[in-house]
């Protein structure tokens, strides 16, 4: 097993055709029935890449994230807690605002917390990120996940409050939440047009097969200049067309290195 050189804490362990991933940990607890192992005294719990887009991005090669051990993040779209708790374990010596609208999720990350003493929850709603600037501060990284229509205007609405000038912007974008008729090659062409406006897109990539019709976006905000949005390009929504079945694919039988 050998550290990643680029993602402080993050192991690989390649099996014949498989690789396997790892985040050193000092928890001997399994939090979402993931693997924890023992190796020369230090341990370490084994992220799953298909239930994470923040790791399928390293699966799939992504160059740089920009999160450093003491990296304080914005989390948008928390959820049950699964990425956070390895990001915890990411910035050991850092913080995670940990942002979620839905009750039901962000009691589990209340729990989650109890153990992750380095992260915070949060129930708002990442449309309005004003409701929450007297808990969040300027952070290194805001990372968004939300699959929702307009998830890079939320995203750039975030950045633009709480990441410092030099800070990176990850963006998990699922193409099928805005447009399901579109190919999702194009809106991901878009997409990476309305960051550059802003932001330098530093690295992208696709996530298939671990996620299809995904792709994560790297930025780096370029100054701390307040973001103008009247020039950033829409993307235009077929509305008549926008409840097309979702075309399904099949997810690969074992893990593989892509
Ligand atoms: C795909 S899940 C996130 C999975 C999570 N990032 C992980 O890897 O474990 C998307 C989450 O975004 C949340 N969400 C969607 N729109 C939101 C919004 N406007 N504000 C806050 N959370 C939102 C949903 O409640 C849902 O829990």
Redesign the pocket.
């Known amino acids: 097993m050998e550290e990643m050189k680029k993602f402080p804490n993050v192991f690989e362990e390649k099996k014949g055709r498989n690789t396997f991933y790892f985040i050193r940990t000092n928890d001997k607890k399994s939090f979402f029935e993931e693997r924890v192992i023992s190796k020369k005294g230090e341990l370490f719990r084994e992220v799953d890449p298909e ?4 790791f399928a991005s390293i699966a799939k090669g992504i160059s740089q994230l920009g999160i450093k051990q003491d990296s304080k993040v914005l ?10 708790s390895f990001l915890a374990d990411v910035v050991c010596d850092g913080e995670i605002y940990a ?4 009750p039901r ?1 962000v009691r589990d990350l209340v729990f989650l917390c109890e153990d992750k003493k380095n992260v915070a929850p949060i129930l ?4 309005h990120p004003e409701n929450y600037k007297e808990i969040v501060p300027m952070v290194d990284v805001v990372f968004m ?4 229509r307009e998830q890079t205007k ?1 995203f750039l609405k975030n950045c633009d409050m709480y990441l410092k000038e030099g800070g990176f912007g990850i963006l ?1 974008l ?1 193409a099928r939440s805005i447009d399901v008729t579109r190919n999702p090659k194009d809106i991901f062409r878009i997409t990476r047009s309305q960051l550059d406006v802003v932001m330098n897109v530093v690295d992208y990539r696709e996530l298939a097969p671990f996620e299809q019709d995904h792709a994560v976006f790297v930025c780096k905000r370029k100054s701390s200049e307040p973001i103008d949005f009247l020039n950033i390009p829409s993307i235009v929504v077929d509305q008549k067309k926008n409840f097309l079945p979702r075309k399904e694919f099949s997810k690969p039988s074992f893990r593989k290195r892509y």
Do not use: E
């Open positions: 239930r994470s887009k923040l989390y948008l779209g928390a959820s049950h807690g699964y990425t956070v942002l979620d609208f839905a999720v708002d709603d990442a449309n996940d939300i699959a929702q939320i998990a699922k």
